[in-house]
């Protein structure tokens, strides 16, 4: 059984950094894009970032160019979500999924307020 | 970035028949845009029930079919449960990137 389990979510100050993880398990985690996407309170889904098996390819919505770094560790069947110089808007239930055929996992909170 | 079109909110009645869809800023939508569509319902994360068009996921049930409609991802949904009634998203991809529909509301009334 495919499973996705994120950790790492809490509550931050502006300005200030956190570190998502996603531990996949039930599956060849190395042979697939891994994404993350979150989903702010109230509002609809937002692709945020996608990252090749390899770790070669990374590709991120505008609004976490040069904030977030998305990276992977294919020996620890993890994945993960670096975020810096964090914002109000970036507060949202984070996401890890796999992109093909889709699975997800149940989310973690990320709170970004002083 | 692309932006990603879905009607806001539809109605449909048990057991009718309802289509969703899914336009994109940039033209038409085609198969190189590998179309998902996910369901979330309140308090829940999302699942896939489409992906790559027209595949359905192992949990999808029957009545939930996906296809291209007029340069549109679509999103049909044949003899419409009570159980339905969510959220439904569609995701489109663009050279390695993604974007997201602002959703569906779809009411079974």
């Known amino acids: 059984e495919v499973q996705l389990v994120e950790s790492g979510g809490g509550l931050v100050q502006p300005g200030g950094s956190l570190r998502l993880s996603c531990a996949g398990s039930?599956?060849?985690?190395?042979?697939?894009?891994m994404s993350w996407v979150r989903q702010a309170p109230g509002k609809g889904l937002e692709w945020v970032a996608r990252?090749?098996?390899?770790?070669?390819?990374?590709y991120y919505v505008d609004s976490v160019k040069g904030r977030f770094s998305i990276s992977r560790d294919n020996a620890k069947n993890s994945l993960y979500l670096q975020m810096d110089s964090l914002r109000a808007e970036d507060t949202a239930v984070y996401y890890c999924?796999?992109?093909?055929?889709?699975?997800w996992g149940q989310g973690t909170l990320v709170t970004v307020s002083s | 970035q692309a932006v990603v079109t879905q009607e806001p909110s539809l109605t449909v009645s048990p057991g009718g028949t309802v289509t969703l869809t899914c336009g994109s800023s940039t033209g038409a939508v085609t198969s190189g845009h590998h179309p998902y569509w996910f369901q979330q319902k309140p308090g829940q994360a999302p699942r896939t029930l489409i992906y790559?068009?027209?595949n359905k996921q192992s949990w999808t049930p029957a009545r939930f079919s996906g296809s291209l409609l007029g340069g549109k991802a679509a999103l049909t949904l044949s003899g419409a449960q009570p159980e339905d009634e969510a959220e439904y998203y569609c995701l489109l991809s663009y050279s390695g990137g993604r974007v997201f529909g602002g959703g569906t509301k779809l009411n079974v009334l």
């Open positions: 999924a796999r992109d093909y055929p889709g699975y």
């Open positions: 990252i090749k098996e390899d770790g070669g390819e990374k």
């Open positions: 790559q068009t027209s």
């Open positions: 039930g599956f060849t985690f190395s042979s697939y894009w």
